[in-house]
């Protein structure tokens, strides 16, 4: 389990419950990229058979969320948007370092810390929700999500040393705190 160094704000909170179509479409693609990400892993890495098993359920899971916010989109009359950048993921990618091997530490660790990150949000928003059927979807997502970030780090302790595992990941804590300071409020998960 991955204790985050920075709590999300308020502010935060309140621009998405104001917005809540615009936060909706970004956490459809956001999902959509989940599973992406668990899927170039594979690609990456098809000779780790402990990564590869794991990827391959958490692909089909962020798929299975994906599917689930879409219905929602549709409900709603909206439509899925392009592919856009999430400043926010793409910052906190710039921290990961080149080398066979640091560059695979680094990619599970981000992986588990978005994961982290998205937990926290999903949890915040379902306790800020009012319809009880959008609530109750919320909560079941961050429980599922509550699962991926440990299974990012359980995945970097079998392939590197736990002391090595310990110390970037404080690292990268510390960054991602960092970025989260820096990054413009907006309706949307990140
Ligand atoms: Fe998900
Ligand atoms: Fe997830």
Known sequence: MITLQ???????????????????L???????KASAVALS???????????????????????????QVYLRV?????????????PYVRALRAEIRNGRDDY??????????VEARGCERF?????????????????????????HDALFVELANEYFPRG?????LEALLAAEAKILRGLAIRPALH
């Open 6 to 24: 920075a709590a999300s704000s308020p502010a935060w909170l309140r621009a998405v419950m104001e917005n809540f179509d615009a936060f909706l």
């Open 26 to 32: 970004d956490h459809a693609a956001a999902e959509r």
């Open 41 to 67: 892993l594979i690609t990456h890495y098809p000779d780790c058979k402990q990564l590869v098993a794991a990827m391959m359920d958490l692909a089909r899971e962020e798929l299975e969320h994906f599917y």
């Open 74 to 86: 549709e409900e709603r009359g909206l439509h899925l948007g392009p592919d856009t950048k999430d």
């Open 104 to 113: 695979f530490l680094d990619r599970l660790l981000v992986g588990g810390i």
């Open 123 to 147: 949890g915040m928003i379902a306790e800020a929700l009012t319809d009880p059927a959008l609530q109750s979807f919320y909560r079941e997502i961050a429980a599922s999500e509550a699962k």
């Open 164 to 168: 090595s595992v310990d110390q970037r």
